[in-house]
Nanobody, 117 residues
Framework: VQLQASGGGLVQAGGSLKLSCSAS????????MGWYRQAPGTQRELVAE???????YYSESVKGRFTISRDISENTLWLQMDSLKPEDTAVYYC????????????WGQGTLVTVSS
């Protein structure tokens, strides 16, 4: 199973980016999925989740600004990020959501998001 995130880059505060994660159709149809991020010197944190039923959950730090979605036909998980803040700077990854006890898959390539003030 390969998880590959892309779409990161440098953006000014207040700007937007849309990240994508390539995953197998089997993965997206079998697991609730999540977006994680890791800033330098910090632990990886879960910021957004989407269940198999399409219910979404967000951390307080991104609620109202980020939107998670998926397109199984395109084997893709998305993260729309609006109103970006410098504290959103991190490497972003996708993986399974722990909400219903699924084990994490092998971490794939992340994508760096840098928000300048």
């Amino acid at each position: 199973v390969q998880l590959q995130a892309s779409g990161g880059g440098l953006v000014q505060a207040g700007g937007s980016l849309k990240l994508s994660c390539s995953a197998s159709r089997r993965t997206l149809k079998s697991y609730s999925m999540g977006w994680y991020r890791q800033a330098p010197g910090t632990q990886r944190e879960l910021v957004a989740e989407i269940t198999l039923a399409g219910t979404t959950y967000y951390s307080e730090s991104v609620k109202g600004r980020f939107t998670i979605s998926r397109d199984i036909s395109e084997n893709t998980l998305w993260l729309q990020m609006d109103s970006l803040k410098p504290e959103d700077t991190a490497v972003y990854y996708c993986n399974t959501s722990p909400r219903y006890g699924a084990s994490l898959l092998r971490w794939g390539q992340g994508t760096l998001v840098t928000v300048s003030s």
